[in-house]
């Protein structure tokens, strides 16, 4: 419940800064996000996966499979 308020601004930050690319050099946008496509979707796939696991553990009945959720949000994110 700590976590919560503070996620969705650290989230904010990756959609900022892709759009400021694609507004400001949108050849680089091209250009980095067809050589990573890969990593790029690991990385936002992680991090879905620990923003619906911060959400619905205060609310589940089956928190250890939620926090299983979230560790491997974090290491999909850390690995992309």
Do not use: K
Request: aromatic share 16%.
């Amino acid at each position: 419940d700590a976590v919560g308020p503070l996620w969705y601004a650290n989230e904010t930050w990756l959609v900022i800064a892709g759009a400021t690319l694609f507004g400001a050099f949108p050849l680089a946008y091209g250009l980095v996000l067809s050589s990573l496509y890969v990593p790029v979707m690991m990385l936002i796939f992680g991090l879905m996966f620990r923003a619906v696991s911060t959400e619905i553990r205060g609310h589940a009945r089956r928190q250890p499979f939620w926090n299983w959720t979230f560790g491997s949000g974090c290491l999909l994110a850390a690995l992309a």
